[in-house]
């Protein structure tokens, strides 16, 4: 008799299931015996489905099912092998992978709870805000990271919870409201095959159901509640709340402008862990005005395609200006290949226009605009990965005294100011006002 690991099943009565599968006795199920069973209780098991089933249960995807496979299967729900694999080549290919709901909890049910511990004592803000937009989905009074190492350290309270609330046929407008309002998950920036990379998949399964059966457009999202409201800009910050300061920026579609005060080397180093595409303006100025290496026209023409790359990819844009103030507003952008609306969400990507005759389409050429019908936002399509955020290296003094002829609508701009370690705290906007009033008297 084959080993049964202590599962607190019952051994025989598992050893006796699994031998009336295996009709000809030689240690497998194959896919025949598997349908010649099922089939005949039940006409509904189609080819596709046993094939899905052989799939889950095919640990080491070999075409046939152990015994060990068999135990892992009827002990744990599902291995869900055949989901993982798929989904983790999908992502080494750089598909846009969409799964049904049913898939992604076949991927959760998968995972152990030794991979839910782990991601209780992660420190990464990507990870932390998938994890709370897990509670706004369900539904939690508290979504914050305190709560949701209570989930974690109780993997069963939790996949009960996920499981029970069916979250792709129940989700709520308000539920979605909060999600969004917490951050923009980007799968990208996750670990494949980490608990937070399969949460994240499950999440996005659930919340495309949800748009489908509510009517909302795919890929919109929804804005807060007229309690919450757009925050009040300018802000004054902590380094590790940069990551949700921007996603709420880009939510109410605003370009941030955030204002290091020394810390640029540590916000530059944070935007390339996380991938954001950079346009360097120290570069630009070196380039184009005291080694003259590089025409503007040449400048302008390799920010396009940085910008292209951005679109495509569905990643940030880094404009990083250091502690420079190189007139980007009216020397170096230009149409048709560095606008000045590039600065400007609601301009960029005026959704009241047809996708094609948006702004962003028209930095495109004739081979780039067939390529877009392969964005990872969908078809032609910016995705919600995609936003644009503008870094200085002033303090607030030399800040509100340089920066505003150099960048296009810079009033429109989510001004984030991070706090450096000695403190200190200013308001842009008064300062900038009482600025310009001196100088024009």
């Not at 600065?343 to 389409?361: D, T």
């Not at 050429?365 to 067939?370: D, Y």
Request: with cysteine; hydrophobic share 40%; proline share 4%.
């Amino acid at each position: 008799m084959p080993k049964t690991p202590d599962t607190g099943y019952d051994a025989a009565k598992i050893l006796e299931v699994f031998q009336a599968y295996d009709a000809n006795k030689d240690g497998f199920i194959v896919f025949e015996e598997l349908s010649a069973v099922l089939q005949r209780l039940d006409p509904k098991w189609t080819a596709t489905r046993l094939r899905r089933l052989l799939r889950e249960a095919d640990s080491n995807l070999d075409g046939k099912i152990d015994y060990g496979e068999f135990v892992a299967y009827l002990t744990t729900g599902t291995t869900s092998n055949w989901c993982r694999t798929t989904v983790m080549e999908a992502t080494a290919k750089a598909k846009d992978l969409k799964l049904s709901v049913e898939d992604a909890e076949n991927l959760i049910r998968g995972t152990r709870a030794s991979d839910w511990s782990v991601l209780a004592s992660s420190c990464d803000a990507d990870e932390h805000l998938v994890m709370c937009v897990m509670l706004a989905y369900l539904e939690c009074d508290d979504t914050t990271w305190a709560n949701a190492e209570m989930y974690l350290n109780d993997p069963f309270r939790l996949l009960t919870s996920i499981f029970e609330a069916e979250a792709g046929e129940r989700l709520t407008i308000n539920a979605i409201r909060r999600a969004d309002s917490l951050g923009i998950i980007s799968i990208g920036q996750l670990r494949p095959g980490s608990a937070a990379w399969v949460l994240a998949h499950y999440l996005t399964a659930c919340l495309s159901s949800a748009k489908r059966r509510l009517g909302i457009e795919e890929g919109s999202h929804l804005p807060a509640s007229a309690e919450g409201g757009a925050p009040k800009w300018p802000i004054k910050i902590e380094f590790k709340d940069l990551q949700k300061s921007l996603h709420e920026a880009a939510r109410w579609q605003k370009t941030s402008l955030v204002v290091c005060n020394g810390m640029e080397r540590e916000v530059d180093q944070f935007f390339r862990y996380r991938n954001f595409l950079r346009i360097d303006a120290k570069r630009i100025l070196v380039e184009t005005t005291m080694t003259k290496k590089k025409s503007v026209e040449e400048v302008r023409a390799e920010i396009r395609e940085v910008i292209v790359a951005a679109m495509k990819a569905d990643l940030p844009l880094h404009i990083c200006m250091g502690t420079t103030a190189v007139r980007l507003r009216d020397e170096i952008c230009a149409d048709g290949t560095f606008p000045k609306s590039l600065f400007n969400p609601r301009l960029w990507n005026n959704k009241e226009r047809p996708e094609e005759n948006r702004e962003y389409m028209t930095i495109l050429n004739a081979a780039e605009r067939e390529e877009s019908l392969h964005w990872q936002g969908g078809p032609g399509k910016l995705g919600p990965g995609f936003f644009v955020v503008v870094t200085s290296d002033f303090d607030k003094e030399d800040a509100i005294e340089h920066l505003p002829p150099t960048l296009p609508y810079l009033s429109e701009m989510a001004i984030i100011e991070v706090d450096p370690p000695t403190g200190g705290s200013w308001s842009w906007g008064g300062e900038e006002v009482e600025r310009r009033k001196r100088g024009s008297a």
